[in-house]
């Protein structure tokens, strides 16, 4: 009994020593939790010029995959004293967070910020990043959604890059033989059947709610979306692909199986990438606008938690990482850009990807719209995705499908 | 307080901590309208969480995916383990090298295990799938029919080993008499099995079923490397659906009412199975 409590004590005591130890250093000590994309490398890279520049100030990544962000933020989001003093928040958490309390609004230390031209960031995506009229989140990257081809295949059948859905259905099935597909999708419940088929909805002329906030996912734009997707999904797709994500559909691509994909913008540097994945097909790889014009806007934004320790600090590096000159250096060294000035810069397209890329990516960045929105949107996309892989592969019709959709959205509401 | 009850306390109170508390704090969560992003407004549901599980799809349709995978896969390596655990019995030689082989796929991490057969299974890039191409065979692993019965042999892949260990050790501690006894009546094999092994090897069986079967229930890892419990709703099992109601969601309360019944449920079958094995 005496030596239960005695160790208990020494346990606690030393708990209690090693909280104020943190508690006393964290004035100077920036924790950050990001996601581990290519993006996250080269921000750890230029992070090494700002502690240069700011000794006072100690940065510390937590980089991790996706799935282990949400509950990670959430929990320290939740503690008395914060884990994490800078956040990354993905753009369907960005109503649900604020809502929630859980991020410091940014509009003072924006106005307050010399030169920082917020104005600057491409606007479908900072608008993300505003809630209520308050600013929650500054843009970090894009991951908007584009049309991945193969120019080779396409100039040498002497095919037009579609630009309409319908154009873009038959010529995937003119591509398609025995080993070879059109188009390799992303049917994988979830996320990422959602991410693909949100830009065949739009091409369809289709919405997930009407402007008065009425669930319109079981429309019939929306139906002869889907109906076109299974379609395709069935002709022009690798065979038994119902679970693949953007990694094997970018393996189909990037191996020679497949004429198209739509993907995120940025695979398309790491395609053409020379001793890359793709081997002798690099450089054979090109951008479009996804068939329609309008695509799927995912990104991801620099937050600062309400429970952070030194606000100030957080700022002066997320400002920093953001500030049109550092964006300039990320995007060079293969970032995604969010600011219209570095998408037009020259030095960009020299030292980057290329003009083509760039005026390609603003068209895209141009017309597109996030995902989902609203303070219910990761459940949304569950939703939607589950009964979207549940019509492709046919344990339901396309229209009991979308009213199941819609009916689970409106639970959430 | 006398010396025996002295010698429990800390027992009891590392108990009461690390289980009770836990325990307790989640029914009363599984009471209320508990979403992790609205704390500042908690109320009391009383029952509601619990009526509304019970007429909504998907967990009825997770909980009936997670009684086809136990029964499926406990099975499968009931029958694949204890045929094996004879034929290794008769081993003569090597029989530890087998054993050890054999053993293998039990020491993977399930997670690296459903990462692993998610690429050999992968029509377009898996070893397998091109394998049964050559021999003519086209199976599409992760469609709506056969997704969760891929996951069930997965399972069976990675948890036979234990089941066979189960049978071993009780194979070879039971008497040898009574198969003398039956060697001198002139039992068949077949009979010798029917009648004096399994009959003796009871007790073993009945405790690799149960352990094997809770274990079952909480597959996931599989499902979360694989298939994320598609297509559809396909492979959607209890513990990935309480995962994402609760972690993902934020809906602690009716996440807790989830896995209340999910508890309640397992009870039941293992006192179903506790008796149904003892009775003979």
């Known amino acids: 009994m005496n030596r239960l409590c005695k160790w208990s004590l020494t346990t606690l005591m030393t708990g209690a020593a090693a909280v104020m130890i943190s508690g006393a250093s964290l004035a100077a000590e920036l924790n950050i939790i990001i996601e581990e994309v290519p993006d996250y490398d080269i921000v750890k890279k230029l992070t090494e010029k700002f502690e240069a520049a700011n000794p006072d100030i100690k940065v510390t990544f937590d980089a991790m995959p996706f799935d282990a962000m949400r509950d990670k933020i959430l929990t320290s989001s939740l503690a008395p004293s914060a884990t994490y003093d800078v956040i990354i928040i993905d753009n369907p958490w960005m109503e649900e967070f604020s809502r929630a309390g859980y991020l410091t609004p940014l509009d003072d230390f924006i106005k307050a910020e010399d030169g920082y031209k917020y104005d600057d960031f491409i606007k479908a995506v900072a608008d993300v990043g505003v809630v209520d009229g308050k600013t929650y989140g500054v843009p970090y990257y894009n991951y908007a959604l584009g049309l991945i081809v193969r120019q080779d295949i396409f100039d040498e059948k002497g095919i037009e890059v579609p630009t309409t859905l319908e154009d873009y259905v038959s010529v995937v099935k003119e591509l398609t033989t025995d080993d070879f597909y059109g188009a390799a999708m992303q049917p994988q419940k979830g996320y990422k059947i959602m991410e693909e088929w949100k830009n065949w909805l739009y091409a369809e002329g289709g919405e997930l709610f009407d402007e008065n906030g009425e669930v319109i996912i079981n429309n019939d734009a929306a139906v002869k979306a889907l109906d076109m997707y299974i379609d395709t999904y069935n002709t022009a797709a690798p065979k038994n692909s119902l679970n693949w994500g953007f990694d094997e559909a970018l393996r189909a691509v990037s191996s020679g199986k497949a004429a198209t994909m739509l993907s995120y913008n940025w695979m398309l540097p790491t395609l053409n990438a020379k001793d890359g994945m793709s081997g002798d097909l690099a450089g054979k790889f090109k951008l479009y606008e996804v068939p329609g014009g309008k695509a799927a806007l995912g990104a991801w934004f620099w937050g600062i938690p309400a429970n952070a320790e030194d606000k100030d600090a957080a700022w002066k590096f997320v400002s920093w990482i953001t500030s049109p000159e550092v964006a300039k250096e990320r995007v060079i060294a293969g970032g995604a850009p969010v600011r219209t000035s570095v998408i037009n810069d020259k030095d960009v397209w020299e030292k980057g990807f290329g003009e083509d890329y760039y005026t390609t990516l603003q068209g895209i960045l141009e017309d597109a719209a996030p995902l989902a929105t609203g303070p219910h949107a990761e459940e949304l996309i569950e939703i939607v995705g589950t009964e979207l892989s549940a019509a492709v592969s046919g344990q339901k019709t396309v229209k009991q499908a979308l009213d199941a959709a819609a009916s689970g959205v409106k639970r959430t509401q | ?280």
């Open chain 2, 1 to 280: 307080m006398s010396l025996r009850y002295r010698l429990i306390l800390p027992l009891t109170l590392l108990l009461a901590a690390v289980m009770a508390y836990p325990l307790v704090f989640s029914a009363w969560i599984s009471l209320h309208d508990y979403r992790l992003t609205r704390l500042y407004d908690v109320r009391f549901r009383g029952l509601d969480n619990y009526l509304f599980i019970f007429g909504d799809a998907p967990f009825l349709k997770a909980m009936t995916n997670t009684l086809m995978f136990v029964a499926g896969a406990v099975s499968l390596e009931l029958v694949l383990g204890l045929g094996l655990a004879l034929l290794l019995q008769r081993l003569v030689r090597f029989q530890n090298f087998a054993r050890a082989v054999l053993l293998a796929p039990m020491f993977i991490t399930p997670i690296a295990v459903g990462l692993m057969f998610r690429f050999m299974l992968s029509s377009e890039l898996g070893v397998i799938p091109h394998y049964l191409r050559l021999m003519g065979l086209g199976v599409d692993w992760f469609n709506a029919d056969l997704a969760l019965f891929s996951l069930m042999l997965i399972d069976a892949w990675q948890w036979t080993p234990f089941m066979l260990l189960m049978f071993l050790a009780g194979l070879e501690a039971l008497p040898r008499s009574p198969f003398e006894a039956a060697k001198v009546d002139g039992a068949s094999p077949w009979m010798t099995f029917w009648h004096v092994t399994l009959p003796m090897l009871r007790p073993v069986i009945l405790v690799a079923l149960i352990i094997r079967a809770l274990d079952a229930f909480k597959v996931f890892e599989y499902v979360y490397a694989i298939t994320r419990g598609g297509p559809g709703d396909a492979t959607e099992v209890i513990l990935f659906h309480i995962y994402k109601t609760g972690f993902r969601f934020f809906r602690m309360g009716e996440a807790a009412a989830m896995a209340f019944v999910l508890i309640a449920i397992t009870l039941v079958l293992v006192v179903i199975l506790y008796s149904a094995m003892q009775r003979k």
